[in-house]
Structures are given as structure tokens and as C-alpha cells.
């Protein structure tokens, strides 16, 4: 039954430690999304595919990078961790941006912890 | 600007009663669209509902309803006879039709007990 499925669920990374977080769907949406949510926060776009189009916000950090292979997955690549990127990452898919069918649906997250 | 409000951070109430979460939103567009999530504890965001710019209706699922008034720029959600399960941050969120990104209010933690 479960569409959107990220892994890991909790991620331990040391300081400056590359790491991936993963998402997947089995809802065949076109669209998937990334979305960093600090504690008490509400969550901020970070970026996302259309199909493999690319669309990254403005004020999301270099260290940030995403990839999507097909169209089932999407990873989301932090390249160099600071203590300031532990959050929780959620990752959304719709079937459109905008009309009809746009509303997004949301893993359960991943919890990152950087020591 | 696109912006959403939500003035009430923390309600608490005891279980059976109604509770309004209240939500003001801001944008130019013509054409956009509202919507709840729940969020628990889990931390999984769960969608609610979605209203666009050009539905006026209010609607009802259950025990859930939700007042849409452009003339207020409101979006406003009561759950009737709230239960613990209730318990839960609540999101308001606008999505305007230059697409994809959702406009989320700081949310609404909503404390049921029993």
C-alpha cells in the first residue's frame, strides 16, 4: 500500500560526510519533490523534477544536489553536511504542477542527525 | 507575495470538543489553490483537502469541515467532536498556478486530551 517510501527513515552522518537519501513512488507521478522541515518549521521547498526537467529554488544551498533515474526515484545528495542541515527531509509527489491532480503526496521522511 | 498565516500556534482542548484552526492566506493570483495537511507525531504529512481559487463550496468529511471565503482570504478548518487522535500539527498551505511550490503557514499544533 505505501506510495511514497523514503529511506533510510533515520540517518546518522559526521560532519562534512557526503550522504543520500532516497525516495521512491508507485503512484507513476510526474512530479516529485524534495522538501527540507526543521524542528517546529514548516517544511521549504528545496527543489523538483517534472519528469526529468529540473527545478531548483533560488535560496536552496549548493550543497544540496538531486537525482532522478527514472520515474519511480529521486535522491537527494547533501555533499558536504553541516550541523545546520539536520532536519527532516520529505519528499512529495503529484501528478501535475498546476490544474487538476496537484496536490502532493507525502513520504514519511528521513530524520538527518549530523555529528 | 504569496504568504499563508496561521495565527494560532499551540490550541489545547479536551476531547468532544469543536475546534477552528484559522487560515489567512495572501496572493495576487486569480488562479490558486488551498490546502490541509495533518501532520502527526510519525511526521508524515498527510493531505487533507484541496480547494481551488474558483470552488467557493465549504465541504464536510466526517467529522472535518472546511470554510473557504475569498472575500477573507480564508481558508479556515474545524474538526467536530475532536478526538486524541486528533492530536497533530496542522498545515495550511497555498500553491499558485506558476506551479509546484507549495506556500506553507508555520502550522498549528493541536493538542486533544482526554
Known amino acids: 500500500d505505501a506510495m511514497v517510501i523514503q529511506n533510510p527513515r533515520y540517518q546518522v552522518t559526521q560532519f562534512g560526510k557526503p550522504v543520500t537519501l532516497s525516495c521512491s513512488q508507485t503512484l507513476n507521478h510526474n512530479v516529485m519533490y524534495w522538501y527540507q522541515q526543521k524542528s517546529s518549521q514548516a517544511p521549504k521547498l528545496l527543489f523538483h523534477?517534472?519528469?526529468?526537467?529540473?527545478?531548483n529554488e533560488a535560496d536552496t544551498p549548493d550543497n544540496f544536489q538531486s537525482r532522478r533515474p527514472n520515474t519511480s526515484f529521486c535522491f537527494l545528495d547533501i555533499r558536504s553536511p553541516g550541523l545546520g542541515d539536520a532536519a527532516m527531509y520529505l519528499c512529495?509527489?503529484?501528478?501535475?504542477?498546476?490544474?487538476?491532480?496537484?496536490?502532493?503526496?507525502f513520504g514519511p521522511g528521513t530524520r538527518l542527525t549530523v555529528t | 507575495a504569496q504568504k499563508v498565516t496561521q495565527a494560532q500556534t499551540e490550541i489545547s482542548v479536551v476531547e468532544k470538543e469543536d475546534v477552528t484552526l484559522d487560515c489567512v492566506y495572501e496572493?495576487?493570483?486569480?488562479?490558486?489553490?488551498l490546502f490541509w495537511y495533518k501532520q502527526p507525531p510519525s511526521g508524515e504529512l498527510v493531505f487533507l483537502i484541496r480547494r481551488n481559487s474558483f470552488d467557493e463550496q465549504n465541504e464536510i468529511s466526517g467529522r472535518y469541515s472546511w470554510n473557504f471565503q475569498k472575500s477573507t482570504s480564508s481558508f479556515n478548518f474545524t474538526i467536530t467532536a475532536s478526538q486524541v487522535v486528533d492530536s497533530a500539527v496542522y498545515f495550511c498551505?497555498?500553491?499558485?498556478?506558476?506551479?509546484?511550490?507549495?506556500?506553507f503557514g508555520q502550522g498549528t499544533e493541536l493538542s486533544v486530551k482526554p
Open positions: 496572493t495576487r493570483d486569480t488562479t490558486y489553490y
Open positions: 523534477y517534472y519528469d526529468k526537467d529540473f527545478n
Open positions: 512529495a509527489t503529484s501528478r501535475t504542477r498546476t490544474g487538476g491532480r496537484n496536490e502532493q503526496y
Open positions: 498551505a497555498l500553491l499558485y498556478n506558476q506551479g509546484g511550490k507549495l506556500i
